[in-house]
C-alpha cells in the first residue's frame, strides 16, 4: 500500500480546513474545493476537473444539513465528477447521499459512525461543555450538584472530568447495567424514568441523550439557577420552548469539536480515513 496519496477535501468547515493541512503536512497531494480557511500547503483547486483522479474524496462531516441538504456545495456537481468505484469519505452519511453515490457506483464510506472516531470526539465535546458551564454558572464546578443524563461514551467522560474537578456527580441512565458502572465510579445512580419530583437538587444538568429526556414538567422540577446544557444531537433532549416560558437557563451545545478544539477535531477525523484506508487497501 502507497503511502502517498492524492486526497481532495471538499466543502466543511474549520475542522476540514485543518484536515486538509495535516494532510498535507503528512506528505499526501491536497486539492481542496469550496472549503475556505487553509493556510499554505494544500492546492486551492479553480474547478473539480482532476478531482476523478483522487485516491479519495473526502466530504465534511455533516455532510447533509438541514432537511437533507448537502453541506457541500453543488455535491451533485461533486459526485458527477467522480469515477466509479472511487473512495468517497463523508460524515454523518444521510439516505439521499448513500443513493446518488450508489446511482454512480461509489465506494462511500462514513466515518462518523466509526467508533474510534465517536470515543476521540467525545473528549472535546466534554471540555466544550465544562468550558460552557464555567463560563455560564455563577458557582464553581468545584462542590456544585451536577447530574449527568446518560452514561454512554460521553457520559462517561464528562462525568469523570466533572469528578475530578471536585463536582458532586449524579448520573441518570435507563440501563442497570451503566447504574452499576456509575456506583462503581462513586457516583450518585438515578433511573432516567424516575427522574420526575427529583430534580431540584442539582446546579447543573448535562443531556447526552438524544430523546426528550427534559420536558417542560421536569424542567419546572429544576431549582431556579440551575443551568442546563444538552449535548445532544437532533433532535435533541431538551424542550427548549418550554425552558423559555419558564426561564430555565437552556444551551443546545452541538458539534463541539469543531468549536472549542478545530485543530483536534481534524486529527480525529484523519487519523479515522488512515484507518479507513487501510481497510480499504487505498
Not at 12 to 17: I, L
Not at 167 to 189: I, N, Q, T
Not at 198 to 203: S, T
Not at 217 to 245: H, M, N, Q, T, W
Request: net charge negative; with cysteine.
Amino acid at each position: 500500500m502507497r503511502h502517498e496519496r492524492n486526497v481532495w477535501v471538499v466543502g466543511g468547515d474549520m475542522r476540514q480546513a485543518k484536515l486538509a493541512e495535516l494532510l498535507f503536512d503528512d506528505g499526501h497531494t491536497v486539492h481542496t474545493w469550496a472549503l475556505e480557511g487553509t493556510e499554505k500547503g494544500p492546492v486551492r483547486a479553480p474547478d473539480l476537473g482532476e478531482a476523478a483522479l483522487a485516491d479519495c474524496v473526502i466530504l465534511p462531516l455533516p455532510a447533509a444539513g438541514e432537511g437533507g441538504r448537502l453541506n457541500a456545495p453543488l455535491l451533485t456537481q461533486v459526485l458527477d465528477a467522480l469515477r466509479p468505484s472511487q473512495v468517497v469519505c463523508a460524515g454523518k452519511v444521510g439516505r439521499e447521499l448513500l443513493d446518488q453515490a450508489k446511482e454512480r457506483g461509489l465506494r462511500l464510506v462514513d466515518y462518523f459512525t466509526r467508533e474510534e472516531l465517536a470515543v476521540a470526539n467525545a473528549v472535546p465535546t466534554a471540555e466544550g461543555a465544562i468550558q460552557i458551564a464555567m463560563e455560564e454558572l455563577p458557582v464553581t464546578i468545584h462542590g456544585a450538584q451536577v447530574l449527568v443524563l446518560g452514561f454512554g461514551r460521553l457520559g462517561k467522560l464528562l462525568a469523570h472530568r466533572l469528578n475530578a474537578l471536585g463536582a458532586r456527580v449524579s448520573v441518570a441512565a435507563r440501563k442497570w447495567a451503566d447504574l452499576a458502572w456509575a456506583e462503581a465510579y462513586g457516583y450518585g445512580a438515578e433511573q432516567i424514568e424516575r427522574l420526575d419530583g427529583y430534580l431540584c437538587g442539582y446546579d447543573l444538568v448535562v443531556n447526552t441523550v438524544p430523546v426528550r429526556v427534559l420536558d417542560a414538567e421536569r424542567l419546572a422540577d429544576l431549582r431556579p439557577g440551575c443551568l442546563v446544557i444538552d449535548l445532544a444531537s437532533k433532535p435533541g433532549g431538551v424542550d427548549f420552548e418550554a425552558a423559555v416560558r419558564q426561564g430555565v437557563r437552556a444551551i443546545w451545545a452541538l458539534s463541539l469539536p469543531g468549536k472549542v478544539a478545530p485543530v483536534t477535531s481534524g486529527k480525529i477525523i484523519r487519523d479515522t480515513i488512515y484507518n479507513i484506508w487501510n481497510e480499504l487497501g487505498v
